[in-house]
């Protein structure tokens, strides 16, 4: 007998509920219903993504633009947009490296935006970081770091964390912590082991201090490490999606794990990197990893572009090839992801992360006060999540209620993704300004104050 369909909203909201069929009959009319037909005829139906929610014709800055023209202040973007959608500076790159005539570069050979990428990140990278290996997507990029991770170890044992997403990809899924990603596709990578993430929150122990969670997430690797031997590696991201933000103390303790079992810690900062978090990279609060995984905004938001940085002393495998892909140099990419950091660094945008994000955490924690919906807010620099809760006491996760705001916010010009069901994510581009930041906040607080009064969508 086949078992029930099951419909995860771990990753985001799903498609198929009652509140976004609503939506779809009030806000799709005319042109934008046409293609929203056609998208859905042609497309493959995915949970997450087919059907979609609308069409859109412009992504400028910190907005998207529908069909109707109108504008939604976009806290999502795929963690694409660091430097703003459609940047002007990274889109006059692009045109000077195809008027150059140089935008693909077969393999076996280089070119100097390749080059100059892999120096500029050489300088950037945390610790001593400073070999690169480039690669279309992030799926690919954590593939070719675990490869790494067992080519240098010799061992093929993984341990990662449940409820991480890491990619799609057969590798990739398999130390993601999702079954959504990996349910129905019959064994999976090998080895591939995982342990709660520190959740300080949520975490299922009941423990009301950090230092305890730590100990227990810690002792957790160390069982694992004690009786599953040839282990390669530790992946995590060291800021969580959802986001949960570790202490100092407990990727201290990994990175010591690491180093006494002989395993590589590698940190996917496909979402954290290049300024969301405050600094140029996560790991600068923390520690250096054995390797550093990259993507998203490593495109400039207009190509897909990802990689690893690892250490000099990881290049020992000039008789593999675990990045042996078409893309792997292309200077059109590599153009993109010059002038996205270039505009970072320039405009100082993880710096003004850090302070907006402060003034933004202080707001919610406010709001948190006054709304009994909100349980709890977590993040750093502008990667901020908000918990909501049916009761603050026993923690149950407000799902309908979070689906509700979100369509609500939508509706007042506001996107933004809910995360493992009930968690809103605000990733704004960090280009936003303090005033466009409150009318966000202006929009969440009027949501939240409707559901809270009982109001429907």
Known sequence: MQREKRFEREQGDINLTPNRRKFWERNLSGAARKWFEEDSKYFLHQSLSTPVLNVISK??????????????????????????????????ALKIQLDAGMSFCPRRYTNIPAIELAQKLAEIAPGDLCRSLFCPGGSEAIEMAIMLAKLITGNFKTISYWDSYHGT???????????HFSGGLGPMMPGALHVEFPGYYRNPWGFDNKEDVDAECLRQIEVVLQREPEMAAIIGEPVSATPMVPTQRYWQGVKKLCEEFGALLIFDEIIEGFGRTGKMFASEYYVTPDVLVLGKSLGGGLVPFAGIVTHDRYNTLQHRSIGHYTHEKNA??????????????????????????????????????????????????????????????????????????????????????????????LRPALVITRQEMDLALDILEEAIGEVEQGKKY
């Open 59 to 92: 992504a400028q800055g910190i907005y998207l633009e529908d069909l109707d023209g109108k504008q939604y202040i976009d806290m999502h973007g795929n963690g694409v947009h660091n430097a703003g959608f459609n940047n002007p500076e990274v889109i006059e």
């Open 169 to 179: 990809g057969m590798g990739a899924a398999s130390v993601g912590g999702e079954e």
């Open 332 to 425: 059109l990419c590599a153009a993109a992801a010059l002038a996205e950091i270039d505009y970072i660094e320039k405009n100082k945008l993880h710096e003004h992360a850090a302070e907006l994000g402060q003034y933004t955490l202080k707001r919610l924690n406010l709001m948190k006060e006054q709304y009994s919906l909100i349980g709890d807010i977590t993040g750093v620099g502008l990667h901020i999540g908000i918990d909501l809760v049916k009761d603050p006491k026993t923690k149950e996760r407000a799902v309908d209620e979070a689906e509700i705001i979100m369509f609500k916010c939508l509706e007042k010009g506001l996107s933004f993704k809910t995360i493992e069901s009930n968690v809103i994510t």
